[in-house]
């Protein structure tokens, strides 16, 4: 398992940058492979989010 970090898939926190297509991907790969998605400090700006469950 495996800790995935928004930041390094160009995930931004800054209250501005709309991240709703990066987002999913990120908790896609997770869900795959097994682990945990790490949010950094900040502030997201998103759209509907669908969580899969283990």
């Not at 869900?31 to 669908?50: A, D, M, P, Q, W």
Request: one cysteine or more; proline letters at 2%.
């Amino acid at each position: 398992m495996s800790d995935y970090k928004i930041s390094d898939f160009g995930i931004v926190g800054d209250g501005k940058t709309i991240n709703t297509d990066a987002i999913p991907k990120v908790i896609d790969i997770c869900n795959k492979k097994g682990g945990k998605v790490i949010f950094e400090r900040g502030f997201y700006k998103t759209g509907f989010l669908s969580l899969k469950a283990m």
